[in-house]
């Protein structure tokens, strides 16, 4: 599960094809320049995630704004059209959506591919049965076997295949 949906979905979309690092620095940088300054009295917490809509708020286009804190720009577009399809309700993350339909959605976003609506589906909506057969750590934990050889074994895990994927990157 997570907290916050959208931030959720925001840092999957900003860790594809780079480091976990990296994704979580650009994450920061986002949240420092465009989310809610609160105050907690916890050190290191002053700032919200911005919602979809300070996303969509942004005057001009979104490349011009998270272009400058190293976000490229087709990631920036991907950011803003999840941004408006949640404000739209145009996809559901409640618990008591369908997955599978919520993931066609989120993969007619450019952008948005197999792996990352997956991992979606497993963080913001919590889906036991969500798989990543493409996913770094899944491959380095199973290395002998193909992204289809390791669908075709996942089948036995169902309905429970985020919890195998987890388990996978924990043996790492």
């Known amino acids: 599960g997570c907290f916050d949906p959208f931030e959720m979905s925001v840092r999957a979309v900003l860790g594809q094809q780079i480091t976990v690092k990296a994704a979580s620095t650009l994450a920061a940088r986002i949240v420092e320049t465009y989310g809610t300054t609160i105050q907690t009295g916890i050190d290191g917490l002053t700032h919200v995630f911005p919602t979809p809509e300070n996303i969509l708020a942004l005057d001009g286009p979104i490349e011009n704004h998270l272009g400058p804190l190293g976000v490229i720009a087709a990631r920036a577009k991907t950011i803003y059209e999840l941004a408006h399809a949640l404000q739209q309700g145009d996809i ?81």
């Open 92 to 172: 559901n993350f409640d618990l008591s959506a369908n997955p599978e339909e919520e993931i066609k959605k989120l993969m007619a976003i450019r952008g948005i591919g197999s792996w990352t609506a997956q991992y979606i589906a497993m963080r913001a909506m919590e889906w036991p049965d969500a798989f990543l057969e493409t996913d770094v750590g899944v491959k380095n934990a199973l290395p002998d076997y193909t992204s289809k050889e390791l669908l075709t074994i996942a089948e036995a895990w169902r309905p429970w295949r985020s919890y195998a994927t987890m388990n996978l990157w924990n043996t790492l």
